[in-house]
C-alpha cells in the first residue's frame, strides 16, 4: 500500500504533534504500574544500585509466576498435564522414560525428541522421489520452443516427430529415476523394520495416537495459536488503520528537528530490507519517502525516515535503536543492504532516522516486559528457576544481564525513553484511545 502526504494530512499531524508531549507522559505515567525488571542499564545505574535491580528482578519473577499461571493459556496447559497424568497415559510415560508429575509440554517434547531411525529420512526422500508427477507436460512447452527457434535457424519448420521422440526420451528418463527410488525406498524401508530406534519411535507413536494423547494436545497447540493470532492481529489492526497518520505525524517531527525541505512526500508499506543476494533481512512497517516537487512516483522516492508500528510500549526501545538502524548504516556504508518495495529499489538519506508509533490500549497489559526478554524469563521459570531462592535470582540476573543476544535489548528501559532528551520525540501515540484523552 502507498499513498501521498497531503495538507490536509499534514494539518492533521500537526493537530496531533501538539499532544504528543502530553501522550507520551501518559504512557510514562502507565509505566509505573508495572514492576521494573531490574535488568536495563538505566535501572542499574553503573553498579550502584545492583541490591535494589537485583530486588526488583526478584519482584518481576514473582510477577511472571503468577501472571502466567493465571493466564487460559496456562491453565488449559495445567489441565492437560492432569489428564497426562492419569493410569490412561501409564504406558506412554513409561516408554519414554518420564516419571511422576510430568508437564504436558514436556511429555509432548519428549515424543517429538524421539529418534526416528537413521535411515527415516533417507527413505522419506526416497518415498517422495519415486511418487514424484511426470514434469513431461511440463517441459513440453520448453522443448517445443527450443526446437522452433532450431529451426528458424536453419531455415525449416519444428519437426514434431522430433518432439515426440524427446519427450518419450523425457518419460522413460523419469520412469528409470522412479524405479530406482522405489527400489531404494524398499531397501531403506526393510532396513528401518529392523532399526531398534524406529521400532521404539513406532511405538511411541502409536501410544501418543493410541491413548488420545496427540489429539488433546493438538487442541492445546490450536488454543495457543488462535491467542499468537488474535495478538497479531491486534497488531496488523494498528499498523492498517494508523499508518498515514503515522507517516504524516513522522515527516511534521522531522521538520520540525531537521528543517526538511519543501516538496511532496509519502508513504510506503511492505518495504523490506534486502541484501546482495536477494535475500530478505527485515520487514517495514512504513517508510517516508520525498519526491521532490516534480511529481514523481511513490517507488521513485528517497526514504527520509521509517516508522515502526508498536502496539507494545515494551517494545520501543528496541524498535527505535536495533531493528533498523544498524541496517539504514550498513546499506549507506558497505552497500551490503538496500530498502526494496516490490522489485523496486530505493535511495535513501545518509541519516538513519526512525520513529516509533504507538497507542493507548483500551485495557492494560499483561506483562509488561519485552516479549524476548518475556521469553528468556518464562524459560528459566519453566526450567525449575525458584523465584523465592535469592542467589538462584541473582544468578538468572547475572546470567541474562551478560547475554550477548540480549545485552543490547537493556541499554534502555522503555520508561528512560520516554525521558531521553535526543530520542523521546521519535515515539508517537496513536489511536482511538489517544485521541480520547487528547481531545482530538
Keep these: 500500500m502507498s ?47 545492583e541490591a535494589e535491580a537485583l530486588r526488583q528482578f526478584q519482584g518481576l519473577l514473582r510477577h511472571v509466576r503468577a501472571t502466567v499461571k493465571t493466564s487460559p493459556r496456562s491453565q488449559a496447559l495445567e489441565e492437560l498435564s492432569r489428564r497426562f497424568a492419569s493410569p490412561a497415559f501409564a504406558e506412554l510415560r513409561a516408554e519414554l522414560g518420564l516419571e511422576g508429575e510430568v508437564a504436558a509440554a514436556a511429555v509432548a517434547e519428549a515424543v517429538a525428541s524421539v529418534p526416528k531411525g537413521r535411515s527415516y529420512s533417507q527413505f522419506l526422500a526416497a518415498k517422495a522421489a519415486s511418487e514424484k508427477p511426470s514434469q513431461v507436460m511440463v517441459k513440453e512447452e520448453e522443448i517445443r520452443e527450443g526446437l522452433r527457434k532450431r529451426g528458424l535457424a536453419k531455415g525449416q519448420p519444428p519437426c514434431e516427430e522430433e518432439l515426440n521422440q524427446q519427450l518419450r526420451a523425457l518419460a522413460a528418463k523419469e520412469e528409470e529415476r522412479r524405479l530406482e527410488h522405489r527400489l531404494r525406498a524398499e531397501e531403506l524401508k526393510k532396513e528401518l523394520e529392523v532399526d531398534p530406534r524406529h521400532l521404539r519411535w513406532g511405538r511411541v507413536q502409536n501410544l501418543w495416537e493410541a491413548s488420545g494423547a496427540r489429539d488433546l494436545w493438538e487442541g492445546y497447540e490450536v488454543l495457543d495459536r488462535a491467542q499468537g493470532h488474535d495478538r497479531r492481529w491486534h497488531g496488523d489492526a494498528f499498523e492498517a488503520k494508523e499508518m498515514r497518520l503515522a507517516a504524516a505525524l513522522a515527516l511534521e517531527a522531522l521538520k520540525e528537528s531537521h528543517g526538511l525541505p519543501e516538496g511532496e512526500f509519502g508513504f510506503l508499506r511492505g518495504c523490506e530490507w534486502v541484501d546482495q543476494k536477494q535475500r530478505v533481512c527485515g520487514e517495514i512497517d512504513v517508510a517516508i519517502v520525498a519526491l521532490g516537487s516534480g511529481g514523481a512516483e511513490i517507488c521513485d522516492g528517497r526514504v527520509v525516515a521509517l516508522v515502526e508500528m508498536k502496539s507494545g510500549w515494551f517494545e520501543l526501545p528496541a524498535a527505535l535503536l536495533l531493528q533498523h538502524v544498524a541496517k539504514w548504516c550498513a546499506a549507506k556504508g558497505e552497500g551490503t543492504l538496500r530498502i ?14 526512525i520513529f516509533a508509533a504507538t497507542l493507548i490500549p483500551s485495557h492494560p497489559f499483561v506483562m509488561g516486559l519485552d516479549p524476548e526478554l518475556l521469553k528468556t524469563v518464562c524459560k528459566a521459570l519453566f526450567a525449575g528457576v525458584e523465584e523465592e531462592d535469592l542467589g538462584a535470582c541473582q544468578r538468572l540476573w547475572v ?42
Design 340 to 353: 526494496c518495495w516490490g522489485q523496486r529499489a530505493l535511495a535513501l538519506e545518509a541519516q538513519p532516522r
Design 399 to 440: 546470567e541474562l544481564r551478560a547475554d550477548a543476544r540480549l545485552r543490547p535489548r537493556l541499554a534502555l528501559s522503555p520508561q528512560a525513553l520516554l525521558r531521553h532528551p535526543e530520542l523521546h520525540h521519535h515515539v508517537l501515540v496513536l489511536g482511538s484511545e489517544a485521541a480520547k484523552a487528547s481531545g482530538l
Design 3 to 49: 499513498g501521498r502526504l497531503t495538507e490536509e494530512d499534514a494539518r492533521h499531524a500537526r493537530r496531533w504533534l501538539e499532544q504528543q508531549a502530553a501522550l507520551r507522559e501518559l504512557i510514562w505515567r502507565s509505566l509505573e504500574a508495572y514492576p521494573k525488571s531490574g535488568l536495563y542499564e538505566d535501572e542499574v545505574a553503573d553498579g550502584e544500585n
